[in-house]
């Protein structure tokens, strides 16, 4: 099922296509007016204002409609009205010796593939093959009294090769248009993604920067108080171990706030060296202030040959950040989170092992985790973004490794990620 967000979308290009309806059959009938002004043919008769007055002023997606029915059906009866207009006016406006008209129908299919997808681009060309052949035959046939302006039955050979041909382009067309679809919406659904993973990357951001700021002003707070009991102080026997402590804090604070700029940067596409054991260390580091205040104990356990691989820093360290804050929602109470790795020789890779004593997973929402089901969450209330994991399967992915989940209700969850190693 759609969300709101998409449903929305789906009424603004209904309504854009309704506009498409409305000129177009106003043009149509203005032109049958001009033709009969001209002293030419006269296709209009009540039947046909009938059929044009629908088009345009009845099958819209006016709002009290739109709020009555379901919105992803209109689309079939909206396809279903304008297919049998126009082959009721292909058929009364010439039917077989008509064939310019049969345009009409490509415009309701691609239509489809443009709105929709592809169940409703084949519906459209499935009905429009049924009602042509049916106008073509039934009146080739005399079931459907002639309405040519030329009194001039087409041989059968050439009616065969008429109807074979239109079908067949609705169908080869059809499948162009649902191809095309697809792509489109591949594309617009990767930058939608790719938004969305930058909207959780800013919210971790934002999350983290009140407490990692309250660390910095304490810091440059008491730099402030050392620096006012300097200038008191000039010449006091402790006056060396004030500006240790001012050199201290102020370069605590700088590493601090570094860190915060550089995860907030914008992920680099070029990959160089990585140390897997320092990129934990930095977001331990960087996530400190949150957990700090918690009954939460980390537990480091790296291997001492700090293997490397060929990766993006920043982006390895919002891995382990993402699996950190996980853990720590996890563990509201107390817990212990310990992270391990380990050089796998005969594989080639190293092993990052994340496991906490938190709440766990259901069983039930394990294989939706395991399919990156990109906006499912376990987490209540206004965080359930569903995005931290779906990043983590995105980033791991592109450093060409995998991740496993093991879970136990109620235990904790173990989290293993494998990298390639970097040989350089």
């Keep these: 099922m759609f969300d709101d967000t998409?449903?929305?979308?789906?009424?603004?290009?209904?309504?854009?296509?309704?506009?498409?309806?409305?000129?177009?059959?106003?043009?149509?009938?203005?032109?049958?007016?001009?033709?009969?002004?001209?002293?030419?043919?006269?296709?209009?008769?009540?039947?046909?204002?009938?059929?044009i007055f629908f088009e345009i002023i009845l099958n819209q997606p006016y709002d009290f409609i739109a709020q009555r029915v379901n919105i992803y059906r209109f689309q079939y009866y909206q396809m279903a009205a304008d297919i049998i207009a126009i082959s009721w006016m292909v058929y009364y406006m010439g039917g077989i010796e008509a064939p310019v008209l049969t345009l009409t129908y490509y415009a309701v299919i691609l239509w489809a593939g443009v709105v929709s997808g592809t169940q409703a681009v084949f519906f459209a060309v499935g009905l429009s093959a049924l009602l042509f052949s049916s106008v073509v035959s039934l009146e080739y046939f005399g079931f459907l009294p002639f309405t040519g302006y030329h009194h001039y039955k087409m041989p059968a050979s050439r009616t065969l090769s008429f109807l074979i041909g239109n079908v067949s382009f609705f169908f080869a067309f059809g499948y162009f248009s649902a191809r095309a679809a697809l792509v489109i919406k591949s594309l617009q659904r990767k930058k939608y993604e790719d938004s969305l993973r930058y909207e959780h990357r800013f919210r971790a951001i934002s999350h983290l920067v009140g407490y990692t700021t309250h660390d910095a002003l304490n810091h440059l707070a008491n730099i402030s108080g050392y620096t006012g009991l300097l200038l008191k102080k000039i010449g006091a026997a402790d006056e060396e171990e004030m500006i240790k402590s001012i050199g201290a804090l102020a370069h605590k604070?700088?590493?601090?706030?570094?860190?915060?700029?550089?995860?907030?940067?914008?992920?680099?596409?070029?990959?160089?060296?990585?140390?897997?054991?320092?990129?934990?260390?930095?977001?331990?580091?960087?996530?400190?202030?949150?957990?700090?205040?918690?009954?939460?104990?980390?537990e480091k356990r790296l291997d001492p040959a700090n293997p490397s691989v060929m990766g993006d820093k920043n982006r390895l360290q919002e891995t382990?950040?993402?699996?950190?804050?996980?853990?720590?929602?996890?563990?509201?109470?107390?817990?212990?989170?310990?992270?391990?790795?380990?050089?796998?020789?005969?594989?080639?890779?190293?092993?990052?092992?994340?496991?906490?004593?938190?709440?766990?997973?259901?069983?039930?929402?394990?294989?939706?985790?395991?399919?990156?089901?990109?906006?499912?969450?376990?987490?209540?209330?206004?965080?359930?973004?569903?995005?931290?994991?779906?990043?983590?399967?995105?980033?791991?992915?592109?450093?060409?490794?995998?991740?496993?989940?093991?879970?136990?209700?109620?235990?904790?969850?173990?989290?293993?990620?494998?990298?390639?190693?970097?040989?350089?």
């Design 320 to 424: 382990f950040i993402a699996l950190i804050q996980n853990a720590y929602d996890a563990m509201p109470g107390k817990g212990a989170l310990a992270i391990t790795t380990a050089l796998m020789d005969k594989q080639g890779s190293i092993k990052i092992v994340v496991s906490d004593t938190g709440s766990g997973i259901q069983p039930q929402d394990m294989s939706r985790i395991r399919n990156h089901e990109l906006f499912f969450a376990t987490k209540e209330g206004g965080r359930k973004l569903g995005l931290g994991l779906a990043a983590l399967h995105e980033i791991v992915a592109k450093h060409k490794g995998t991740v496993d989940i093991k879970s136990t209700a109620g235990k904790g969850t173990i989290f293993v990620i494998q990298l390639p190693l970097f040989k350089g």
């Design 6 to 51: 998409s449903k929305a979308e789906l009424l603004r290009k209904y309504r854009f296509a309704g506009k498409i309806r409305l000129i177009s059959f106003s043009l149509l009938f203005f032109y049958l007016l001009l033709i009969k002004y001209a002293g030419g043919y006269s296709y209009i008769n009540a039947a046909f204002f009938a059929v």
């Design 253 to 298: 604070s700088t590493q601090l706030l570094f860190r915060l700029m550089n995860f907030s940067q914008k992920p680099s596409e070029a990959l160089e060296p990585v140390s897997v054991n320092g990129a934990i260390e930095d977001a331990i580091k960087l996530i400190h202030p949150l957990v700090r205040y918690s009954r939460i104990t980390i």
